[in-house]
C-alpha cells in the first residue's frame, strides 16, 4: 500500500525565493517578505499547483500565462510601491500580481481583456482576502485607454506583459513623480523599462533583459517612412 506524499509548498516558496529571486537581483526585504506571504498556489489552475513556484510561466488557459515569479519580483521591486499609492495594472491574468501590489500600497485598478480570467481573478483575489482590487473586464488599450483613466491619475502602472513600444496617452495617466514599469521591444531584444514622470517630461531607464507575452491589442511599433 502506498502513501501519497503531500507537496511541501512551503519548501518550494523557500526554494523560489532562495534560488530564482535573490540571484536575480531582488534584495529589497519587504518584496521578499511579501512572496512568502502571497501564496502563489492559491492563484493558479488546480493542474499547476506543483509548478506555481517553479521558475516558469504558468498557463493560466484562455491563451495566457502568468509571467515567471523572478520577473514578478523584480518588476515590484522596480516599481518600488508606497503604502498611499494609487496604482494600475494592465493585463490581471490570475490575480497574484494585484495582490502583491495590493499588499504594498492603498489601491490598485487591474484591468483585464478577458471575462473568463477576470471573473477567476476576483474569485482568487478575495479568497485570499484581498479587498483594496478592483478588477475591471475590458480591452485596456481602447478608445486612447479609457478603461484606464477612471481612477487617474496614478502614482504607478505596470504592464503584466510586453509591448512594442509605451503609447503616451497611458503615460499621461501618471501623477507627477509616478512611475511606470514595463517590458517594451522586439523579439529577440526587450528590455525591462521604468518610466518616471518628472518635471519636464519623463525619464526612462532600461534596466534588465527579458521577454513576456504580448499584451493584447496595444500599438505595434511605429513605422518610420522616409
Same mark, same amino acid.
Given at each position: 500500500?502506498?502513501?501519497?506524499?503531500?507537496?511541501?509548498?512551503?519548501?518550494?516558496?523557500?526554494?523560489?525565493?532562495?534560488?530564482?529571486?535573490? *540571484?536575480?537581483?531582488?534584495?529589497?526585504?519587504?518584496?521578499?517578505?511579501?512572496? %512568502?506571504?502571497?501564496?502563489? /498556489?492559491?492563484?493558479?489552475?488546480?493542474?499547476?499547483?506543483?509548478?506555481?513556484?517553479?521558475?516558469?510561466?504558468?498557463?493560466?488557459?484562455?491563451?495566457? !500565462?502568468?509571467?515567471? *515569479?523572478?520577473?514578478?519580483? =523584480?518588476?515590484?521591486?522596480?516599481?518600488?510601491?508606497? *503604502?498611499?499609492?494609487?496604482?494600475? /495594472?494592465?493585463?490581471? @491574468?490570475s490575480g497574484y500580481m494585484a495582490a502583491l501590489m495590493a499588499k504594498? !500600497?492603498? =489601491?490598485?485598478?487591474?484591468?483585464?481583456?478577458?471575462?473568463?480570467?477576470?471573473? =477567476?481573478?476576483?474569485?482568487?483575489?478575495?479568497?485570499? @482576502?484581498?479587498?483594496?482590487?478592483?478588477?475591471?473586464?475590458?480591452?485596456?488599450?481602447?478608445?486612447?485607454?479609457?478603461? !484606464?483613466?477612471?481612477?487617474?491619475p496614478f502614482d504607478a502602472i505596470l504592464l503584466s506583459g510586453s509591448?512594442?513600444?509605451?503609447? /503616451?496617452?497611458?503615460?499621461?495617466?501618471?501623477? *507627477?513623480? %509616478?512611475?511606470?514599469?514595463?517590458?517594451? @521591444?522586439?523579439?529577440?531584444?526587450?528590455?525591462?523599462?521604468?518610466v518616471r514622470a518628472v518635471a519636464d517630461g519623463q525619464h526612462s /531607464?532600461?534596466?534588465?533583459?527579458? =521577454?513576456?507575452?504580448?499584451?493584447?491589442?496595444?500599438?505595434?511599433?511605429?513605422?518610420?517612412?522616409?
Amino acid at each position: 500500500m502506498s502513501t501519497e506524499i503531500a507537496f511541501d509548498f512551503d519548501k518550494a516558496r523557500f526554494n523560489m525565493i532562495e534560488q530564482q529571486i535573490r *540571484p536575480w537581483n531582488v534584495l529589497d526585504a519587504k518584496v521578499l517578505a511579501l512572496l %512568502g506571504e502571497v501564496k502563489r /498556489e492559491d492563484f493558479v489552475p488546480e493542474a499547476y499547483q506543483e509548478v506555481a513556484l517553479a521558475d516558469l510561466e504558468v498557463p493560466l488557459g484562455q491563451g495566457q !500565462c502568468m509571467l515567471a *515569479p523572478k520577473v514578478e519580483a =523584480r518588476a515590484l521591486q522596480d516599481l518600488a510601491l508606497q *503604502p498611499g499609492d494609487n496604482a494600475l /495594472e494592465i493585463g490581471t @491574468g490570475s490575480g497574484y500580481m494585484a495582490a502583491l501590489m495590493a499588499k504594498q !500600497c492603498a =489601491r490598485v485598478v487591474s484591468i483585464e481583456i478577458n471575462p473568463a480570467l477576470a471573473q =477567476r481573478a476576483r474569485a482568487n483575489l478575495e479568497a485570499a @482576502g484581498v479587498n483594496n482590487v478592483e478588477v475591471r473586464t475590458a480591452d485596456a488599450a481602447a478608445d486612447n485607454f479609457a478603461a !484606464c483613466s477612471a481612477g487617474a491619475p496614478f502614482d504607478a502602472i505596470l504592464l503584466s506583459g510586453s509591448v512594442a513600444e509605451l503609447p /503616451e496617452d497611458l503615460l499621461t495617466l501618471l501623477k *507627477p513623480g %509616478g512611475r511606470l514599469f514595463a517590458i517594451v @521591444g522586439q523579439e529577440p531584444a526587450m528590455r525591462a523599462t521604468l518610466v518616471r514622470a518628472v518635471a519636464d517630461g519623463q525619464h526612462s /531607464e532600461q534596466n534588465w533583459d527579458i =521577454r513576456a507575452p504580448r499584451l493584447q491589442n496595444f500599438p505595434a511599433a511605429s513605422q518610420f517612412k522616409f
